[in-house]
C-alpha cells in the first residue's frame, strides 16, 4: 500500500423504497478498509446530505461511529443548512468522537465578505469542542467565488481548530497557494480525476467517490509516480479520467460504485435513479474496471509478500 493517505468520500445507504437504511453501514465499512481506505468521509456530496433530513444525518453518523473498524479515520460534513442545526449536527458529530468535522461555507447567494464566512465557520467549529475542523471548498457546488487561500489566511487565530481543507476544485494554483499559505494545514484532495497533477502539486492525502471501490488503483497510481514513474503512474491513472468522461453526476458514480462494492440503492432526489442511456454506459464501464481493480489489488499483495 501506498505512503498515500485515501478516504472515501462514503454514499448514502438506502433500502429499495429509498428510506435510510443504516444497516448497511457496516459492509460499506468493512469494504472500505479491505481495499486500503483510511477513512470516511460521511454526509459529504457523495453522502447526498442536500437530500437529508438533520435526523437522517445523524443516524448514518452513528451507525458509522459505531461501525468504523480499529483504526479507521472517521471525518463528517455539517454544513449546508441554517447555521443553529449545522452547529447541531457538529457537537452531535462531536460527542460520537469522529476525527474530522467538516463543513462547507453557507450557499445560495454566497456571504459578503471572507470575514463573513470565517465567522460563520468559527462558530460551526466552535460547536464541534475543538475537533480538528476542515473546511470544505466545492466551488462547482455552492457557486463560491471566494478563494479558500484567502479564507484560511483570514482564519487564522479565528478558527484555532481549523487543521484541513478539503479541497474540491480545478484550480492547482490555488492548491499551491493554500500550501504556501497555511503549511500547516492538511490538504485533502478531491478531484479524483486530476490525481497525477496534484501528487506533482506535493498532494499526500485525497477524499473522493472513486476511491469507494478505485483505491488500490489510486495507491499503484501513487506508488508509480513515487517510484519516479511518472508515464506509467499517469497511465495507471486512466480509469479515473474515462469515468470523468462519461460521469452525468453523483447518481451517475454512485450506481457505478454499487457495481463495483456494496450496492447502497440508487441516489436521492434530482440526482437518481439512473436513466437506462446511463445504465448502459455504466454497464461498458464495469468490465474493465473489475480487472484493473483485481490487478492493482495483486499487485500490492505481491509487494505486501516480497
Known amino acids: 500500500m501506498s505512503r498515500f493517505e485515501f478516504w472515501a468520500a462514503s454514499l448514502a445507504p438506502y433500502d429499495d423504497a429509498g428510506r435510510v437504511d443504516v444497516s448497511r453501514v457496516p459492509e460499506q465499512a468493512e469494504h472500505l478498509r479491505s481495499i486500503g481506505v483510511r477513512g470516511a468521509f460521511v454526509n459529504g456530496t457523495s453522502g447526498e446530505f442536500p437530500f437529508l433530513t438533520v435526523d437522517e444525518r445523524m443516524a448514518i453518523l452513528e451507525a458509522w461511529a459505531s461501525a468504523r473498524p480499529d483504526g479507521f479515520a472517521l471525518g463528517v460534513q455539517v454544513g449546508g443548512l441554517p447555521l443553529e442545526p449545522t452547529k447541531e449536527l457538529a457537537a ?112 499526500e492525502s485525497a477524499i473522493g467517490s472513486l476511491y469507494n471501490a478505485l483505491a488500490p488503483i489510486g495507491h499503484a497510481v501513487v506508488d508509480a509516480f513515487d517510484a519516479g514513474e511518472t508515464a506509467h503512474a499517469y497511465d495507471l491513472h486512466r480509469p479515473f479520467r474515462d469515468i470523468a468522461r462519461v460521469a452525468t453526476g453523483p447518481g451517475f458514480v454512485k450506481e457505478l460504485m454499487n457495481r463495483l462494492g456494496p450496492d447502497v440503492g440508487p441516489a436521492r432526489g434530482v440526482w437518481g435513479p439512473v436513466s437506462a442511456e446511463e445504465r448502459a454506459v455504466i454497464d461498458a464501464l464495469v468490465p474493465a474496471l473489475r480487472e484493473e481493480i483485481a490487478a492493482a489489488s495483486e499487485r500490492a499483495s505481491a509487494v505486501s509478500a516480497a
Do not use: N
Open 92 to 203: 452531535h458529530a462531536a460527542g460520537l468522537g469522529v476525527d474530522l468535522i467538516s463543513s462547507v461555507a453557507p450557499y445560495y447567494g454566497q456571504p459578503s465578505s471572507v470575514a463573513h464566512t470565517v465567522r460563520w465557520l468559527a462558530e460551526v467549529s466552535a460547536a464541534a469542542s475543538g475537533v480538528p475542523f476542515c473546511y470544505y471548498q466545492i466551488p462547482s457546488m455552492t457557486g463560491s467565488t471566494q478563494r479558500p487561500s484567502g479564507i484560511l489566511r483570514a482564519a487564522a487565530g479565528e478558527v484555532p481548530a481549523l487543521s484541513a481543507v478539503k479541497f474540491t476544485d480545478e484550480d492547482l494554483m490555488e492548491l499551491d497557494a493554500i500550501r504556501r499559505e497555511r503549511p500547516d494545514i492538511d490538504v485533502y484532495f478531491g478531484r479524483d480525476e486530476l490525481l497525477p497533477a496534484a501528487l506533482a502539486c506535493g498532494a
